[in-house]
Nanobody, 123 residues
């Protein structure tokens, strides 16, 4: 079992930055690929980005590439999502998830999920 807890969400003006963190319980964190997803009101959950267990493979959605950066610190059981140049359309609940394989692009490929953290970008 892996338990995930996100933090770092909040309200920010357009053009601002936030850094989300996701802390995992358990000793097997370093064996999991990690992903970030988001879900806006009335929309389906969508892939934001993913990072392999060792950090050698990182994927991003086209909508965030160049603005968002995923990183991980296996010693701290933590994965990060640095979000810069935020736009109102980035407003959503952001979730981190763990994938034994991957990092996958689809939410059904992920085995464990956090509870989410709200990000609101005002115009």
């Amino acid at each position: 079992q892996v338990q995930l807890v996100e933090s770092g969400g909040g309200l920010v003006q357009a053009g601002g930055s936030l850094r989300l963190s996701c802390v995992a319980s358990g000793r097997t964190f370093s064996t999991y690929a990690m992903g970030w997803f988001r879900q806006a009101p009335g929309k389906e959950r969508e892939f934001v980005g993913g990072i392999s267990w060792g950090g050698g493979t990182i994927n991003y959605a086209d909508s965030v590439r160049g603005r968002f950066t995923i990183s991980r610190d296996n010693a701290k059981n933590t994965v990060y999502l640095q979000m810069n140049s935020l736009k109102p359309e980035d407003t959503a609940v952001y979730y981190c998830a763990a994938d034994k394989l991957g990092p996958g692009f689809r939410d059904r490929e992920y085995d464990y999920w956090g509870q989410g953290t709200q990000v609101t970008v005002s115009s």
